[in-house]
């Protein structure tokens, strides 16, 4: 049990650490960035990303690696909070660890099918592979599908890809791929919580990831109904088996028709609550969800626990908000374009 103390310190960081956070002027400085030199430039000396890109030279960093430096302060971050809540601190860096394997796996895999493999070693965070079960120099140069088998073997993700082989003259089931590994990593994630939490602070966690994940199933849903015209059978065996979705409804937003699947989900309270969350599309319903939850939780929430992942989480989101921005840089997308890629940004001007 933690010290009134230790739990003090945990809560005081994680939102002194938020607190540091890019707003709405960070936000609309960066969307007049031109080049992704710009964008380094900007976060190197006008944000909290001051200190991770102390070392880099602007002018001529890759987008790979300014996109690794920003991972790593996530890492560092995380490492900070876990001196002060080491009771379950050190079983969520695991989650976080295996949160970005699986992110290079499937990095790694997008390259592999795009034909371009040796793509994936401009995207290589090399802080990542001293802590990482995997070799990811040996995932940089994979050259078929056999090639990654290897790469990961002595990991668990090895046997969980084995049944996916790429079969001649059918497409690589990208899906069910990344549908294994995410099952493999929140089940971690809710061993960790039934094993080291306890009370409110367990309903919590428990009702942030599954609020994610049923938001995550509906925009399947919706996509590959209104993208790929698939059956509600594909569609079934493509859902993360986690939710708070009675099957009887879920069955119901399979047979729908795809513009009317959220009205079914709104018989359920994630439904209604979701309705109300403003998107432009309709993958970015659970990251804004998640988004509201966690900025509510790390203000008022007294678990230690909570509070340390909100933290985690609203980083990530803010993260990949810039790793956004450069990629729409780099496609020359207009800024009112970008924006409505993004996760917090619409959010900014209802923050206190």
Do not use: W
Not at 105 to 111: A, D, F, R
């Amino acid at each position: 049990m933690l010290s009134s103390f230790a739990s003090n310190a945990i809560l005081s960081k994680a939102r002194a650490m938020y607190g540091k956070r890019l707003r709405e002027e960070n936000y609309r400085d960066l969307l007049n960035c031109k080049t992704v030199s710009e964008v380094a430039g900007y976060l190197k000396n006008r944000t909290s990303y001051s200190g991770i890109l102390a070392g880099i030279n602007e002018n001529e960093v890759h987008r790979g690696q300014l996109e690794g430096k920003l991972r790593q302060k996530l890492f560092e971050d995380y490492a900070s909070l876990c001196r002060y809540e080491l009771s379950v601190g050190e079983h969520f860096a695991d989650y976080l660890l295996e949160h970005g394997e699986i992110e290079q796996i499937l990095h790694s895999l997008m390259y592999l099918d795009a034909g371009n493999p040796e793509e994936y070693l401009f995207s290589l965070p090399a802080f990542l592979n001293r802590h990482t079960r995997i070799d990811l120099y040996a995932l940089a140069h994979v050259k078929n599908y056999e090639d990654l088998l290897s790469a990961l073997s002595h990991t668990p993700y090895r046997k969980l890809m084995e049944p996916f082989r790429p079969v001649p003259g059918i497409p690589m089931n990208y899906t069910g791929i990344e549908n294994a590994l995410y099952t493999y990593l929140y089940n971690s994630a809710f061993e960790i919580i039934d094993k080291y939490t306890h009370g409110q602070a367990a309903r919590q966690l428990r009702e942030l990831f599954q609020t994610y994940m049923d938001l995550v199933n509906a925009a399947r849903i919706v996509r590959l109904k209104t993208v790929y015209r698939e059956s509600p059978d594909f569609i079934r065996s493509t859902l993360l088996p986690f939710g708070t979705l009675h099957p009887r409804l879920l069955n119901e937003m399979l047979e729908a028709e795809p513009e009317a699947v959220l009205d079914v989900m709104a018989k359920a309270p994630i439904g209604k609550r979701c309705k109300k969350v403003p998107h432009t599309y309709i993958d970015q319903m659970a990251d804004r969800m998640k988004y509201l939850t966690c900025r509510h939780d790390i203000r008022f929430s007294t678990h230690p626990s909570v509070v340390m992942l909100s933290y985690i989480f609203l980083a990530q989101i803010e993260i990949q908000d810039i790793i956004n921005i450069i990629e729409g840089i780099r496609y020359h997308l207009a800024s009112e374009e970008i924006q409505k890629l993004l996760t917090v940004a619409d959010f900014s001007r209802k923050e206190a």
